[in-house]
């Protein structure tokens, strides 16, 4: 009985051992099987880079060609015979093997030429790049546009040789594109107004009726360089993926944080800021409408105290340009701008601006000359020849156009609106007005026959208290030489020629110790300059500073200005006939 039970009981160990022998012969010839695939994959990998391990397709495939079955070694050659033939009609008839492809166009079965034509028409009907700025897209262009260029006989021929590299896992070919440096070079340089982002200077705005401060942000200007570079390195990329991303460069603002000038900001604002243009020929005052909200979009936060938003200045005074074109006048932008700096920097909220003038056009009329012509325009004829180079002043022509230079051009420096001088050559006669009340009025000499003063509207730009002068014409008079004499309380006002400048003074005295007209302001006398009794001119002098507004008025050249016609009509009221030799 127990000799049984013992028999009994050994069998069922003998089973396990069994059952482990089995487990472990299994588990090791799935080792060996996984083995002998991964070095099937390797092989597969190494000669075939398109070779997708994950792909059913690919691992059947590998199968067949690896495989040790009698069925597997039947199907081999059945498909060797058959690749064989395959391979034959392809080599024969010189077109390019299956699974060939280039910009995602198949070149299978087309001969190298006909591969050629094919990438051409992709290239350049189906082929976009989208030019990007961190992802988003700015414009798409064709890729000739941009500069590229592709050698598509070249692709074509690569393709030809690849032979049956492409078998069974495919092959692409590399897109053979060339970068036209010079065309890429204009074709970045003309996106930079497009990508050109304006950085945000901290400054102002109203909120609910309270003045808050507004953080600055960075902008952004494109690298033309860099792109152009990331362009030449990454062109196949480019052209696969369709996207070409730009390379930018980041623009810091001054400031980011304007809260420590918000009080001035305020300040200034609550001064009611106001802006104003004077026209010094028509002596008239413009104001213009400013709002709140348009005042504090032009501030901004400098490192030391409020400086001026220029591109929402600069739109203000394009808007007011848009209207004032129309009589040919405009406001400098950049002027107005520095005018505004100017009066942040004073804390002064009343900013007076100048209206320019455009150049202009003169028609020839009958009897006219470059000297008439001056005269009807209140220009010197020196200005005129300036502007107009290339005409010949002996043979004008009735109806000919010639350029009127800008009236500005008389006035260099800013005018001063409150002093006026105002001379008639017809009464020779001076009156001078202050904030529009009269001053001075007196008698005076202007250019005699052969050496007229030029009536316009000029300004006071130069004073000497003795200055030179001379003319041979003076000296073939009197007979004694008269080259130079001299000229007391000097005030130039224009030049006749570059050098030569007329204007007002008192007494001139001759090299022979006489003086120019007897020391009297009786006639005409002088060779162009507006001459006073001396104690008089020395009055004028000491009032008239830089830039004090000058019109002289004639018979050809009438008044403009309110003051210059109340001047006529003031001198209409007096004697001028009374003319003493002292003042």
Not at 302 to 312: K, M
Not at 473 to 486: R, S, V
Request: proline letters at 5%; a negative charge.
């Amino acid at each position: 009985m127990t000799q049984h039970n013992r028999r009994i009981r050994r069998r069922p160990a003998s089973r396990t051992r069994e059952r482990v022998l089995a487990r472990q012969q299994r588990r090791l010839a799935t080792r060996e099987k996984r083995k002998v695939l991964r070095e099937e994959h390797a092989f597969f990998r190494r000669r075939f880079p398109a070779y997708d391990e994950d792909n059913a397709v690919h691992r059947a495939l590998a199968w067949l060609f690896s495989s040790r079955s009698p069925l597997a070694k039947l199907t081999s050659l059945v498909t060797i015979s058959v690749l064989v033939f395959f391979i034959g009609s392809y080599v024969v008839s010189g077109r390019i093997f299956p699974n060939i492809y280039t910009l995602g166009l198949p070149l299978s079965g087309l001969t190298p030429e006909a591969a050629e034509g094919e990438i051409l028409t992709r290239w350049q009907q189906d082929v976009h790049i989208d030019i990007t700025i961190d992802g988003e897209r700015l414009q798409t262009m064709t890729p000739e546009a941009l500069g590229l260029t592709i050698d598509a006989a070249a692709m074509a021929a690569s393709a030809k040789a690849a032979g049956m590299a492409g078998i069974p896992f495919g092959l692409h070919i590399t897109p053979a594109v060339r970068v036209a440096h010079a065309k890429a070079q204009t074709v970045l340089l003309d996106m930079t107004e497009d990508v050109f982002l304006r950085q945000y200077e901290a400054g102002y705005k109203w909120s609910g009726g309270t003045l808050v401060a507004v953080p600055g942000h960075r902008g952004r200007q494109l690298d033309v360089t860099g792109s152009l570079q990331r362009l030449k390195d990454d062109v196949v990329s480019i052209v696969t993926y369709g996207q070409f991303e730009l390379t930018t460069n980041a623009i810091n603002p001054t400031v980011l944080d304007s809260t420590p000038f918000l009080d001035e900001a305020l300040v200034l604002l609550d001064s009611d800021l106001r802006i104003r243009a004077y026209d010094p020929f028509s002596d008239q005052m413009s104001a213009f409408s400013v709002t709140d909200v348009q005042a504090a979009e032009w501030l901004t936060a400098g490192v030391n105290g409020l400086s001026v938003r220029e591109e929402a200045f600069r739109a203000f005074i394009e808007a007011e340009n848009s209207r004032l074109i129309v009589d040919g006048r405009y406001i400098d932008e950049l002027e107005a701008v520095n005018k505004l700096q100017a009066a942040l920097n004073d804390g002064n909220p009343d900013i007076l601006l100048r209206l320019r003038y455009l150049p202009s056009k003169y028609q020839i009329e009958r009897q006219d000359t470059g000297y008439t012509i001056g005269r009807k325009r209140g220009t010197p004829f020196e200005f005129i020849r300036a502007a107009n180079p290339t005409v010949n002043w002996n043979q004008l022509v009735i109806g000919q156009e010639v350029q009127m230079p800008s009236r500005d051009s008389m006035l260099p420096v800013d005018p001063v609106p409150h002093k006026r001088v105002v001379v008639d050559l017809e009464s020779q006669w001076l009156l001078a007005f202050d904030n529009r009340q009269l001053v001075f009025s007196w008698p005076i000499s202007s250019g005699r026959e052969r050496a007229e003063t030029y009536p316009g509207i000029f300004q006071i730009l130069t004073h000497n208290e003795v200055a030179s002068g001379g003319s041979y014409a003076l000296c073939n008079e009197a007979g004694t030489d008269c080259a130079h004499w001299k000229m007391k309380w000097f005030m130039g006002i224009y030049e006749v020629v570059p050098g030569l400048m007329n204007g007002f003074h008192g007494a001139v005295e001759l090299p022979n110790g006489n003086y120019l007209g007897g020391g009297g302001v009786y006639e005409p006398t002088t060779f162009g300059c507006i001459m006073s009794l001396d104690s008089k001119a020395e009055q004028l002098y000491r009032w008239a500073e830089k830039g004090t507004m000058v019109e002289i008025v004639s018979q050809h050249f009438l008044p403009e200005s309110d003051i210059a016609k109340y001047a006529l009509e003031f001198i209409s009221t007096i004697d001028t006939t009374y003319r003493p030799i002292t003042g």
